[in-house]
C-alpha cells in the first residue's frame, strides 16, 4: 500500500462494496463489472471493496469457482482505469473463512496488489475471542487488515467489546467497519478504540442505517475524541457519485467545527429510507442484494438482479419501495451523472 492511498483511507473516503455482475444463466460479466470500477472511479470513490457480502460469499463455492476469477479481473480493471485517471485508488479485498482459507485468500489478495483486506469472522460462529483473535493476527501477517463487524442477520456474529479492546492491539490492523446495524454494538467497537490508545486504526461506518449521522458525530470517551472518517458500504455501491459529495459535505461541517444543520438531519433520514428500499429491512435483508442490482440495472450498469442463489431475489414490494424512493428523493440518485458517462465506461 502507497503512503498516498493510506493517508487518503484515513482522511475518509467513500469506498463501495462491489456488486457481481451476472447475465440470465448466473454466469460472471466481465464487460458490466469493468464499467462498475470505471463508475466508482469516475464518481470519486477512493476504493472498492470486492469479494465482500454485496459480491456474493457464493464465489468461493468449489462448483461455483468465481472468487479467484472475480478479484484477479477486477483488480486489473481498477488498476486500469486508476492509471487512465491518474488517481490512486485503494482496493479492499474480502476474506473469509476459517483460517487455512482465510490466509489462502489474503495471499492471493497480496498477490494480485491489493492494499487491504476486509476481514469477516462470519465462519468462526462458535470460536472463542482468543480463537478469533488468533485468526485475525495471522490474517493481518499476510496483508493490512480492516476489522469488520457484519451484523448477525445476515451472518455475522455478536462481537463484544473485549474482542474489539484486544483487537486494536494487532500492529497491522488500520481500520474497522462496523456494520452491526446496532447503536450499542458500535459504541463497543468506538469505546474500545478510544480506550486502546491507538491512533492509527480509523474507523469506517457500514451502517447503512444510519450513515450521516455517522460521518457527522464525534464520539468523546475519557479524553479521548474520534469519529468515523468515512463508509466501506454496500449502500454507497449505487447513487455513488451522491454519496462522495455526500461524504465531501460531511467532511467540511466536521472541519469547520459549526453545527449540524436540520437539513443534514433530514437528509440522514433521506438516506436511511432510500436504504430500507435497497437492503429490504421489511423481509429480514432477504433482498439487498437484488435491490442494490435493480438500482444499477435501471441506470444500466448491470444486466439483471440475477444472483448466484436463485431464490435470492426482489422482495415483494421491493421493486415499489425503490420506485417511491427515486421519485421522493431525486436529489439523492446520481442518473444525469451516469447517462453523461456510461457510453465511455462500455468502450474497450
Given amino acids: ?36 470500477a470505471r463508475y466508482y472511479i469516475d464518481a470519486g470513490a477512493g476504493g472498492v471493496a470486492v469479494g465482500v457480502h454485496s459480491t456474493q460469499f457464493e464465489i468461493r463455492e468449489p462448483e461455483i469457482g468465481l472468487f479467484e476469477p472475480v478479484l484477479r479481473q477486477t483488480a486489473g480493471f481498477i488498476d486500469e482505469w486508476s492509471a487512465r485517471r491518474g488517481k490512486p485508488v485503494m482496493k479492499v479485498g474480502g476474506i473469509c473463512g476459517p483460517t487455512a482459507q482465510a490466509l489462502k485468500e489474503a495471499e492471493f489478495e497480496r498477490s494480485l496488489g491489493y492494499d487491504a483486506g476486509l476481514l469477516s469472522l462470519a465462519a468462526l460462529k462458535n470460536a472463542s475471542i482468543d480463537e478469533m483473535l488468533a485468526h485475525c493476527r495471522k490474517v493481518s501477517e499476510i496483508i493490512p487488515v480492516i476489522g469488520f ?129 435497497f437492503f429490504d429491512p ?38 415499489e419501495e425503490i420506485d417511491r424512493v427515486w421519485r421522493a428523493y431525486p436529489h439523492l440518485n446520481d442518473d444525469g451523472f451516469i447517462n453523461t458517462h456510461r457510453n465511455e465506461w462500455f468502450e474497450d
Fill in 149 to 277: 463487524y457484519l451484523q448477525p442477520s445476515v451472518g455475522g456474529r455478536i462481537l463484544p467489546y473485549e474482542f474489539w479492546r484486544e483487537f486494536a492491539t494487532i500492529k497491522n490492523v488500520i481500520g474497522i467497519k462496523m456494520a452491526p446495524f446496532n447503536r450499542y454494538q458500535t459504541f463497543d467497537v468506538v469505546r474500545a478504540l478510544a480506550e486502546s490508545g491507538r491512533e492509527d486504526i480509523t474507523l469506517y461506518t457500514g451502517n447503512d442505517d444510519n450513515i450521516v449521522i455517522d460521518l457527522l458525530s464525534e464520539y468523546q470517551i475519557n479524553d479521548r475524541k474520534l469519529r468515523i472518517k468515512g463508509g466501506l458500504l454496500g449502500h454507497w455501491c449505487c447513487w455513488t457519485r451522491k454519496a462522495v459529495e455526500l461524504l465531501e459535505e460531511c467532511h467540511r461541517i466536521v472541519d469547520a467545527g459549526g453545527t449540524v444543520s436540520a437539513e443534514m438531519l433530514t437528509r440522514n433520514i433521506q438516506v436511511t429510507d432510500c436504504n430500507a428500499a
Fill in 1 to 36: 500500500m502507497t503512503d498516498v492511498i493510506l493517508n487518503n483511507f484515513r482522511k475518509g473516503m467513500v469506498i463501495p462494496a462491489m456488486p457481481l455482475a451476472l447475465n440470465e444463466k448466473r454466469e460472471f460479466q466481465p464487460r458490466y463489472q469493468r464499467a462498475m
Fill in 282 to 319: 421489511a423481509h429480514q435483508f432477504a433482498g439487498c442484494i437484488p435491490g442494490i442490482h435493480e438500482v444499477l440495472r435501471r441506470q444500466g450498469l448491470l444486466p439483471g438482479t440475477w444472483c448466484l442463489n436463485p431464490n435470492e431475489v426482489l422482495s415483494p414490494g421491493q421493486s
